[in-house]
């Protein structure tokens, strides 16, 4: 069983810092591009970043120059570090990997369960 669990959200003010994690877990032989999206209420769900096994990112326009995604190979995790947090960030996140099972090796896209983030005042 692989899974994969986020950690990090929270309630924070306009302007400040939040770090989310996602660690992948269970009988993983490889794990391609990771990512982090988010669902903000009545929105459809949209990619935020994206980063692949060599550590190439990708973002969304709107979080260019405030969010870095990074990854730890070795540990099978993932991170969004937030800055300049701004009320329009406000969403349920989800983590997101390519994942290759050990037996049988199949890869599958896998989600997380979400944290929820929230900038207000």
């Known amino acids: 069983q692989v899974q994969l669990v986020e950690s990090g959200g929270g309630l924070v003010q306009p302007g400040g810092s939040l770090t989310l994690s996602c660690a992948a877990s269970?009988?993983?032989?490889?794990?391609?591009?990771m990512g982090w999206y988010r669902q903000a209420p009545g929105n459809q769900r949209e990619l935020v970043a994206t980063?692949?096994?060599?550590?190439?990112?990708n973002y969304v326009d709107s979080v260019k120059g405030r969010f870095t995604i990074s990854r730890d190979n070795a540990k099978n995790t993932v991170n969004l570090q937030m800055n300049s947090l701004k009320p329009d960030d406000t969403a349920v996140y989800y983590c997101?990997?390519?994942?290759?099972?050990?037996?049988?090796?199949?890869?599958?896209?896998?989600w997380g369960q979400g944290t929820r983030v929230t900038v207000s005042s």
């Open positions: 269970g009988s993983i032989f490889s794990i391609g591009a």
């Open positions: 997101n990997a390519d994942i290759t099972r050990m037996r049988p090796r199949l890869t599958s896209n896998y």
């Open positions: 980063i692949t096994s060599g550590h190439i990112t």
